[in-house]
């Protein structure tokens, strides 16, 4: 992993979130201070070939779950994914995620869940009770998220009296909701991280237009 000349903190005081454009960003997640680290990449066009090939035809599933350890990752993948062109860069792309999210925690297990969706699965803002989840979307529109200081965390869950976003004041301008980029690897700390009670990452799917299609992948602690 590089050093600190690879990350770009963002400008907006108390954001909570570190971009950058190498995977030595994850490592800001341990900073107190720091709830979502962004990793900013492109896929390569094997991977890109095979996720539009998933979307575009009839869905051959809808949800792969299980949790494993990191070297049984590759091998399941390849038992449950159909066979086409650009597989074998999807699995490869996958792995190292896996490997990183494994090295990065200690982990001896890893839960992974990969989804092709067709409507938004997490469709309001809400923060996760768990300590740390790995998210990625390879295809379709990808995560959207709120800064900490964008956000009115009072109107989360009940506080929102049953409101959706736009009508709960979670946030007071459309234009302070972030979104990642097809590619972008975030790691989202959530209110089980210790001390970080009253401060996990705001986030929500992403709206899904008629006919649109997403591919995403969630890491999480096994």
Not at 26 to 46: C, E, G, H, K, V
């Amino acid at each position: 992993m590089s050093d600190n000349s690879a990350l770009k903190l963002l400008a907006m005081e108390d954001s909570g979130s570190v971009t950058g454009t190498d995977p030595g960003v994850f490592s800001s997640i341990y900073n107190a201070d720091i709830n979502m680290t962004i990793w900013q990449r492109t896929l390569n066009l094997p991977m890109q070939v095979y996720v539009a090939s998933l979307i575009k035809s009839p869905p051959v599933f809808q949800t792969l779950q299980a949790v494993m350890q990191e070297g049984e990752i590759a091998p399941w993948l390849s038992a449950h994914l159909p066979n086409r062109r650009g597989k074998p860069a999807l699995i490869a792309d996958i792995s190292r995620l896996c490997e990183m999210f494994s090295v990065l925690f200690d982990l001896e297990r890893i839960g992974l869940r990969m989804a092709l969706l067709s409507q938004a699965m997490c469709p309001r803002f809400h923060v996760d009770h768990i300590p740390c989840r790995m998210v990625t979307t390879y295809g379709g529109p990808a995560t959207e998220w709120l800064e900490n200081n964008r956000v009115d965390r009072t109107r989360l869950g009940k506080g929102g009296k049953a409101k959706s976003d736009d009508q709960s004041d979670v946030f007071h301008s459309p234009r302070h909701i972030s979104q990642l980029t097809v590619g972008d690897v975030a790691l989202l700390k959530g209110e089980s991280w210790h001390g970080n009670e009253g401060r996990g990452a705001v986030h929500r799917s992403p709206p899904m237009p008629s006919g649109a299609a997403r591919l995403m992948l969630s890491l999480d602690f096994g």
